[in-house]
């Protein structure tokens, strides 16, 4: 049944100024509609965004402690409903059920990490060069923020933005992606549920095109965060730039596995298969290319073929499932265009390549797990991010050689090498140009207590998540307090005579 979804501005939930509506279907079955959810326009916008302006003073000025205690309450909600949250995330995005339930996982973990940070967003107390002075820089909100997020994740990439934006005494409108909007709104409810004031989190649904830029570009906006294409990603950061914002922008991938003659081969193609056709390949971490060291390039390119051979495909809410559908009709498109290229470029297609058009499928957008071999660095499949169940198997000569064609990518948001030769895992480790390196494990399944972000295309601004250099330094900024208790004037850097 389809649930019938509300903005949330100011406290209140309430449809969209004019009224239009948009739906939401499951890709699994279109004829399935999760929600119908407003067609927000600018003037819906507007008041989000001066609501949470309304509400930043007292946010600011409540302990964090206190606001660290409802978002702890906002990860006990989000525990008690993450069966049902999982399943909702499955039916609107298309992930298998195991996933959808890691999705609103990730959701917890980064609320209790955040919830803990409220007795922490510790800066510095550090002494002067002047008697009777006292010096120290601590942690303050920037504003009133506006959040951006795809639908890959429909609750835990949100997650990572709502937590530490509040923990950080920020107010937020929130515009998650309009194809996952109902999982968007069950988050927000829970966060609700959990005692946040009004106006604190404000929920605006919509498309990219008619809200998307209006909102990160509002002159009573103070900063963005934003996930989604790296091409979303460049252009409102120009924008922003140009009126004085905070962006921070995760973008696209085309991460990399390195599997050399010593790894262990077999380790390495359950970490291709999880890597590459996790979440039908619609993650920006997604293992999109496995270079593979010469001497093992054949028996590797057939076990893996024969592995992804076994995957079933389906609707993710059935236990069978390995691999789900794609998010809509467009990206069915642009993936079975990429599976064209790649055999036009002259790439090898070893399994898969096409649609799935029996009874069980048509309802919904299925591509077959695909492989491709012999593909050259210099191929548009092995360059452009396709997002979606389509892998590229490279050649390398050497460590050097993998090490080349994995930074020869203008992305560099994650990468891998299977190896058991400590010197190859250091010196990869060392070399790799991509914001996230793992050893001996594929290219996704980044933990929330470190930074996540990427280099080149990848990122833009500050990273995601926990950790130093985590996202608090995207929603704080640093403030400097001098404190001059000598009841005289004290000159720094002045040599009196
Ligand atoms: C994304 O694909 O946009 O590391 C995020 C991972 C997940 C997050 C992916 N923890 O694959």
Redesign the pocket.
Same mark, same amino acid.
């Not at 279907?25 to 279109?30: E, G, S």
């Not at 509040?166 to 909007?181: A, D, E, M, Q, R």
């Given at each position: 049944m389809a649930e019938e979804i509300k903005n949330l501005i100011g406290g209140r939930w309430q449809a969209a100024a004019e009224g239009k509506t948009l739906k939401s279907v499951n890709p699994a079955d279109t004829d399935d509609v999760v929600g119908v959810v407003p067609a927000s326009t600018g003037a819906d916008v507007d008041r989000a965004v001066d609501a949470a302006r309304k509400a930043f003073n007292a946010w600011r000025l409540t302990p964090p402690p206190k606001r660290g205690e409802i978002i702890f309450r906002a990860a006990e909600h989000l525990l008690k409903n993450k069966d049902s949250l999982g399943e909702l995330v499955t039916r609107e995005m298309g992930k298998i059920l195991k996933e959808g339930l =890691?999705d609103v996982q990730?959701a917890i973990d980064m609320a209790y990490y955040m919830a803990g940070e409220g007795r922490r967003l510790s800066g510095e107390t550090v002494p002067s060069e002047l008697a009777d002075k006292d010096c120290k820089s601590f942690r303050v909100p920037i504003g009133v923020f506006a959040l951006i997020t795809?639908w890959?994740?429909p609750t @835990? *990439?949100p997650a990572?933005k709502i937590f530490p934006a509040l923990i950080s005494g920020n107010t937020v409108v929130f515009k998650p992606s309009s194809y996952t909007p109902v999982s968007a709104t069950r988050l927000v409810e829970l966060i609700v549920e959990a005692g946040i004031p009004a106006g604190v989190i404000n929920l605006v649904h919509g498309t990219g095109t008619e809200i998307g830029e209006y909102l990160a570009t509002h002159p009573a906006i103070d900063g963005v965060s934003f #996930?989604g294409s790296s091409v979303v990603g460049e252009k409102l950061s120009k924008m922003c730039g140009t009126i004085d914002k905070e962006i921070s922008c /995760?973008m696209g =991938?085309k991460n990399a596995i390195i599997v050399m003659e010593d790894g262990n081969l077999e380790l390495a193609v359950e970490g291709a298969l999880w890597g590459g056709f =996790? #979440?039908t390949g619609?993650?920006? #971490? @997604?293992a999109s290319r496995v270079v593979v060291h010469e001497p093992v390039y054949d028996g590797f390119v057939k076990t893996f073929a024969a592995e992804a051979e076994k995957l079933t495909l389906g609707d993710g809410l059935n236990e069978k499932t390995d691999v789900g559908p794609l998010i809509n009709e467009a990206q069915l498109k642009k993936v079975l265009d990429y599976i064209e290229i790649g055999k036009k470029e002259g790439a090898r297609l070893v399994i898969g390549g096409k649609r799935l058009t029996a009874d069980k499928y048509k309802k919904g957008f299925f591509v077959e797990p695909t492989i491709f071999a012999d593909v050259t660095p210099d191929m548009r499949i092995a360059r452009e991010e396709i997002f979606g169940p389509v892998v590229s198997v490279l050649k390398a000569g050497d460590l050097k050689d993998a090490i080349e064609i994995v930074n020869s990518s203008e992305y560099g948001l994650?990468s891998a090498i299977y190896t058991q030769d400590v010197n190859s895992s250091a010196v990869a480790e060392r070399d790799l140009d991509t914001g &996230?390196v793992y050893i001996n494990a594929p #290219? &996704? =399944? @980044? /933990? *929330?207590q470190l930074p996540?972000g990427g280099t080149k295309k990848s990122g833009l601004g500050h990273k995601e998540a926990g950790g130093r250099g985590g996202a608090l330094d995207m929603f704080t900024k640093w403030k400097v307090i001098y404190r001059d208790f000598s009841n005289m004037l004290q000159k720094a850097q002045i040599t009196e005579e």
């Amino acid at each position: 049944m389809a649930e019938e979804i509300k903005n949330l501005i100011g406290g209140r939930w309430q449809a969209a100024a004019e009224g239009k509506t948009l739906k939401s279907v499951n890709p699994a079955d279109t004829d399935d509609v999760v929600g119908v959810v407003p067609a927000s326009t600018g003037a819906d916008v507007d008041r989000a965004v001066d609501a949470a302006r309304k509400a930043f003073n007292a946010w600011r000025l409540t302990p964090p402690p206190k606001r660290g205690e409802i978002i702890f309450r906002a990860a006990e909600h989000l525990l008690k409903n993450k069966d049902s949250l999982g399943e909702l995330v499955t039916r609107e995005m298309g992930k298998i059920l195991k996933e959808g339930l =890691g999705d609103v996982q990730e959701a917890i973990d980064m609320a209790y990490y955040m919830a803990g940070e409220g007795r922490r967003l510790s800066g510095e107390t550090v002494p002067s060069e002047l008697a009777d002075k006292d010096c120290k820089s601590f942690r303050v909100p920037i504003g009133v923020f506006a959040l951006i997020t795809p639908w890959n994740f429909p609750t @835990a *990439i949100p997650a990572w933005k709502i937590f530490p934006a509040l923990i950080s005494g920020n107010t937020v409108v929130f515009k998650p992606s309009s194809y996952t909007p109902v999982s968007a709104t069950r988050l927000v409810e829970l966060i609700v549920e959990a005692g946040i004031p009004a106006g604190v989190i404000n929920l605006v649904h919509g498309t990219g095109t008619e809200i998307g830029e209006y909102l990160a570009t509002h002159p009573a906006i103070d900063g963005v965060s934003f #996930t989604g294409s790296s091409v979303v990603g460049e252009k409102l950061s120009k924008m922003c730039g140009t009126i004085d914002k905070e962006i921070s922008c /995760e973008m696209g =991938g085309k991460n990399a596995i390195i599997v050399m003659e010593d790894g262990n081969l077999e380790l390495a193609v359950e970490g291709a298969l999880w890597g590459g056709f =996790g #979440t039908t390949g619609q993650r920006c #971490t @997604a293992a999109s290319r496995v270079v593979v060291h010469e001497p093992v390039y054949d028996g590797f390119v057939k076990t893996f073929a024969a592995e992804a051979e076994k995957l079933t495909l389906g609707d993710g809410l059935n236990e069978k499932t390995d691999v789900g559908p794609l998010i809509n009709e467009a990206q069915l498109k642009k993936v079975l265009d990429y599976i064209e290229i790649g055999k036009k470029e002259g790439a090898r297609l070893v399994i898969g390549g096409k649609r799935l058009t029996a009874d069980k499928y048509k309802k919904g957008f299925f591509v077959e797990p695909t492989i491709f071999a012999d593909v050259t660095p210099d191929m548009r499949i092995a360059r452009e991010e396709i997002f979606g169940p389509v892998v590229s198997v490279l050649k390398a000569g050497d460590l050097k050689d993998a090490i080349e064609i994995v930074n020869s990518s203008e992305y560099g948001l994650s990468s891998a090498i299977y190896t058991q030769d400590v010197n190859s895992s250091a010196v990869a480790e060392r070399d790799l140009d991509t914001g &996230i390196v793992y050893i001996n494990a594929p #290219t &996704i =399944g @980044a /933990e *929330i207590q470190l930074p996540f972000g990427g280099t080149k295309k990848s990122g833009l601004g500050h990273k995601e998540a926990g950790g130093r250099g985590g996202a608090l330094d995207m929603f704080t900024k640093w403030k400097v307090i001098y404190r001059d208790f000598s009841n005289m004037l004290q000159k720094a850097q002045i040599t009196e005579e």
